[in-house]
Nanobody, 122 residues
């Protein structure tokens, strides 16, 4: 699976962004999808994940109530709607695909996109 993330940018605190991750190469609906982020000098951090059907979603506590993950299998795309952004959300955001099912652990994910930078100014 090839993954292409997009939609990052610079936004003021309190603003919104929507990230997209387009998949190609294999049957998208076979994969659970996740979003992770990594800020400079910090470890990669789980953000959100969605099962292959979209029926199960996981969120990190730090983004619960502000971020929403969704997917459209007919478009081979997963989204991350980010509202009420905070400066601490600043990071490079990566999408990832897992054939083994939904998980909060990056070790479960087999394929990774290249990342899209999100910068939130105060």
């Amino acid at each position: 699976v090839q993954l292409q993330a997009s939609g990052g940018g610079l936004v003021q605190a309190g603003g919104s962004l929507r990230l997209s991750c387009a998949a190609s190469g294999r049957t998208f609906s076979n994969y659970a999808m996740g979003w992770f982020r990594q800020a400079p000098g910090k470890e990669r951090e789980f953000v959100a994940a969605i099962s292959w059907s979209g029926g199960t979603k996981y969120y990190a506590d730090s983004v619960k109530g502000r971020f929403t993950i969704s997917r459209v299998n007919a478009k081979n795309t997963v989204y991350l709607q980010m509202n009420s952004l905070k400066p601490e959300d600043t990071a490079n955001y990566y999408c990832a695909a897992s054939i083994r099912g939904i998980s909060r652990s990056y070790a479960y994910y087999d394929y990774w996109g290249q990342g899209t930078q999100v910068t939130v100014s105060s």
